[in-house]
T-cell receptor, first 114, second 115 residues
């Protein structure tokens, strides 16, 4: 079945560092990918829609300059958390639409900012 | 805008007990409805979905859900739970009018099944 690979699975870094998270569709092409953020004991919140060949679409309240999204190819989208601070610590999940279900999810990235 | 409400945040059951998790959504148009499960340490997996037709849908692992349009509900059920069903369950909705493939998730229900 369709698989979405997300890397890295866990990142621990100092405040002020920029962190890049990759999301790849392994056996299918994805012109659209989604980035979610999940706080502890809360639901997934859609951050942005990544569009191959064009700018990402950000949800209300998400800082586009803070969370840079690049959809470089039909199988790769990256999320860069720029100048990360402790409040950016969270679980970030990407997904890509499939044929018979709306989205296939990656395993997520646990980001911890010290 | 679409929203999803899950009323049970934590549920603890004994093996063989019956399960029903509530899910209500808010959206004025046609929707697709989903239940996802997240086992400890794993990614989200689709349990079942409703697009159209029979409002009672069967999913994997013995789960089923019933879409009641008049109540804006899509409750998840299983007649007899197993210890391996311990996981977090998310209800999600995809509004078809301008919603595209975007999903809105409920806050999740943590299910613990005790032996």
């Amino acid at each position: 079945g369709a698989v979405v690979s997300q890397h890295p699975s866990r990142v621990i870094c100092k405040s002020g560092t920029s962190v890049k998270i990759e999301c790849r569709s392994l056996d299918f092409q994805a012109t659209t990918m989604f980035w979610y953020r999940q706080f502890p004991k809360q639901s997934l919140m859609l951050m942005a829609t990544s569009n191959e060949g064009s700018k990402a679409t950000y949800e209300q309240g998400v800082e586009k300059d803070k969370f840079l999204i690049n959809h470089a190819s039909l199988t790769l989208s990256t999320l860069t958390v720029t100048s990360a601070h402790p409040e950016d610590s969270s679980f970030y999940i990407c997904s890509a639409p499939g044929d018979n279900q709306p989205q296939h999810f990656g395993d997520g990235t646990r980001l911890s900012i010290l | 805008a679409q929203s999803v409400s899950q009323h049970n945040h934590h549920v603890i059951l004994s093996e063989a007990a019956s399960l029903e998790l509530g899910c209500n959504y808010s959206y004025g148009g046609t929707v697709n409805l989903f239940w996802y499960v997240q086992y400890p340490g794993q990614h989200l997996q689709l349990l079942l979905k409703y697009f159209s037709g029979d409002p009672l849908v069967k999913g994997i692992k013995g789960f089923e859900a019933e879409f009641i349009k008049s109540k804006f509900s899509f409750n998840l059920r299983k007649p007899s739970v197993q210890w391996s069903d311990t996981a977090e369950y998310f209800c999600a909705v995809n509004g078809l009018t301008g919603g595209g493939n975007k999903l809105t998730f409920g806050t999740g229900t943590q299910l613990k099944v005790e032996l």
